[in-house]
């Protein structure tokens, strides 16, 4: 997996005034970020993430902290958010996930995570990076607009969204539109 650079840990003071940590996530994390995603509500909305059933649950996880690029947010040493790009597969195009527990959305967690990701996205070398959303999650879709994620295809339940990060024809020059 790619070597990433970055000022660790990176603190974030939300709006409700709490001193949030985040940073890349380590296999001592496993039974908090497990944690968080045992009393994450509501699961399996977002393509059936979290799975609800804990085995698919537990098997789910353990595949994306071996798989992808893992950040976590933490308060008071509890787990309460996670996001994950998969740069596991050296196509350049990762797939992005992010999750914030309930108490802590709306804060500005969510659109500093995803800032955060996008550049660790242009340091990995990727061109784009992709998502799939509900178009009912009008929450989510306002905080990827806002790192410039676009909509891809046609409009359905379920819709795919893209980050272009760097033109595929140039590697050197940097996209910050
Ligand atoms: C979606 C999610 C990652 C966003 O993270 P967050 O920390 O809650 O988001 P932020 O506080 O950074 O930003 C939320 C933005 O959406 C806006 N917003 C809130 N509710 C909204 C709604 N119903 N419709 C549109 N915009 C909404 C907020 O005003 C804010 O925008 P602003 O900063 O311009 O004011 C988080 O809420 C979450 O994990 N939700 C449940 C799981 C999920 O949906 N994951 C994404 C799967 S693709």
């Known amino acids: 997996m790619t070597e990433i650079t970055f000022s660790w840990p990176v603190e974030y003071k939300d709006k409700k005034n709490r001193n949030i ?8 994390d496993f039974p908090l970020l497990k944690e968080m995603y045992d009393t994450f509500e509501p699961k399996g909305i977002e393509a059936g993430i979290p799975p609800i059933e804990p085995h698919t649950r537990d098997k789910w996880l353990a595949s994306i902290v071996s798989d992808f690029y893992n950040i976590v947010a933490s308060y008071k040493g509890r ?8 740069l596991s597969n050296p196509n350049l195009c990762p797939e992005y996930l992010i999750f914030i527990k309930q108490g802590f959305r709306d804060c500005g967690i969510g659109t500093f995570i995803t800032k955060i990701m996008k550049e660790l996205a242009y340091q990995s070398g990727c061109q784009k990076v992709w998502l799939t959303v509900r178009s009912a999650n009008t929450r989510a879709i306002r905080v990827f607009e806002k790192a410039q994620f676009r909509f891809k295809g ?16 140039s590697r050197s020059k940097r996209n910050d539109s």
């Open 21 to 28: 940590i985040i940073r890349p996530y380590t296999d001592d």
């Open 79 to 86: 787990i309460i958010g996670h996001a994950g790009l998969d």
């Open 154 to 169: 046609g409009i359905d339940i379920q819709r795919e969204m893209e980050l272009l990060i760097r033109p595929s024809s």
